[in-house]
């Protein structure tokens, strides 16, 4: 999927670049506004910058992965400001809910069943902005503001060259550098998907001494 000038226009982006709001509330109403009308915006979290589209659009998700040049298979992850906003997205355990309490808001994703069939990955990102944004706009799926296999974005600057970028959410400079750690919780045993901004042995704890 191609964005043309003219549909960017109707989001109220000029073909010279996106949109730049400021982490005001004016500026979050505005961000809401976007997302609400199909537009991917990106925003800086804890760890890197974000590309977002509202998780009840699956227009504006595609978007995303044609913005990125991401792989279909690829899933993106909900990011929401509060455990409350997964109600009726995803079966929450006890396990998934001692890992929540534990490292949220923060930098571990955590995939978990859908409601709806299958997995999903969820997080609380640690950062006033994203935050900001994920309360006026509601739950967002997300994935790093970046072309497939290069460094993801750090500044809103970097974030805001990806052609198709409707709007940024300038929040300084992301302060993480590193992606989150994905744990996968669907399984008998929690499993390290990704090894992100916090080691797997903090994550899981150290390996059982071997007997012997």
């Known amino acids: 999927m191609v964005l043309d000038p003219h549909e960017l226009r109707a989001f109220g982006v000029s073909s010279r670049g996106p949109l730049t709001l400021k ?14 009308s199909g537009a991917v915006l990106a925003f800086p979290t804890d760890t890197v910058y974000g590309l977002g589209a509202s998780a009840d659009d699956e227009l504006a998700q595609k978007r995303i992965y044609s913005i990125k040049g991401r792989p279909v298979g690829m899933p993106l992850i909900l990011m929401v400001a509060a455990e409350s906003q997964l109600e009726g997205l995803v079966h929450v355990d006890s396990r998934a809910e001692a890992m929540m309490r534990k490292w949220w808001p923060g930098p571990l994703t955590l995939i978990l069943y859908a409601k709806g069939g299958g997995t999903l990955g969820v997080r609380i990102p640690n950062h006033k902005v994203a935050l900001g944004l994920l309360r006026h706009a509601g739950p967002l799926m997300t994935t790093s503001a970046n072309l497939h296999g290069q460094e993801a974005a750090m500044n ?36 390290v998907l990704r090894e992100g901004a916090i080691p797997t042995s903090e994550v899981l704890g150290p390996p059982p001494l071997k007997s012997g």
């Open 23 to 36: 982490p005001t509330q004016a500026g979050f109403r505005r961000a809401a506004q976007l997302l609400r």
């Open 156 to 191: 809103a600057g970097e974030a805001g060259a990806l052609s198709g970028v409707m709007a940024v959410l300038d929040g300084g400079v992301a302060p993480g550098g590193t992606a989150s750690t994905v744990l996968d919780l669907t399984g008998p045993e929690a499993h």
